[in-house]
């Protein structure tokens, strides 16, 4: 079975700063996803991953399969990125398993 | 298209109380999933539907039923309600299974057994 793990738990930053949230996961893979939890509660996919990078405005994520390991970046960060930053993997028969979020707070 | 919809929003039950939970999509997905998300933990699979009168259990099934009569509704019941039950629910969709398959979520039910 697949197990992720999100780093940090929590994260505040200042309007403006670079944001790194990590991922990590036990067992190989081929796509990984990173989805976004809305303070009011909705959840929406920000990316599916299979390799090296992917670009969407001010958010990066990237993808080191060897290493079981996946990065999403901030760039410019703004109160409105305050979220939940989810990653899921595929547990290699029949459902994702979800990491436990990492809360971003971005104050202005 | 209005996505994936869930009703209600909110809800307090009492121990022992039933209800259903209802979800509806209108992108013609055939793969429907119901999760539940406790406070500090990852969204966790109860049942999936791979398409209109076929279901199946996930990772946490017990106290729940589905059922899938045609392809945009998947309702969960809740038969005997319990405080463990107390979470948020997502109902999801995708076109497809599998890694490279994004999933569509509803807003979520929050749920409170008291």
């Known amino acids: 079975k697949n197990e992720v793990e999100q780093s940090p738990q929590n994260l505040t930053a200042q309007e403006g700063e670079f944001i790194t949230i990590n991922c990590s996961y036990s067992v190989g893979i081929s796509a990984l996803h990173w989805l976004q939890q809305h303070p009011g509660g909705g959840i929406v996919s920000l990316f599916m991953l299979s390799s090296g990078k992917k670009k969407h405005g001010r958010l990066i994520a990237t993808i080191n399969i060897q290493e079981k390991h996946s990065s999403l970046h901030i760039t410019a960060s703004h109160p409105r990125d305050s979220a939940v930053y989810i990653c899921a993997v595929w547990d290699g028969s029949e459902k994702l398993v979800f990491g436990k979020g990492t809360k971003l707070t971005v104050n202005p | 298209n209005a996505g994936v919809t869930q009703t209600p929003k909110f809800r307090i039950l009492k121990i022992g109380q039933s209800m259903t939970l209802q979800c509806t999509q209108d992108?013609?997905?055939?793969?429907m999933y119901w999760y539940r998300q406790d406070p500090g933990m990852g969204l966790k699979l109860i049942y999936y539907?791979?398409?209109?009168?076929?279901?199946d259990k996930g990772e946490v099934p017990n106290g729940y039923n589905v059922s899938r009569s045609t392809t945009e509704d998947f309702p969960l019941r809740l038969e005997l309600a319990a405080p463990s039950q107390t979470s948020v629910y997502f109902c999801?969709?995708?076109?497809?299974?599998?890694?490279?398959?994004?999933?569509?979520f509803g807003p979520g039910t929050r749920l409170t057994v008291l």
């Open positions: 992108m013609n997905h055939n793969y």
């Open positions: 539907s791979v398409g209109a009168g076929i279901t």
């Open positions: 999801a969709s995708s076109l497809a299974q599998g890694e490279y398959n994004e999933q569509f």
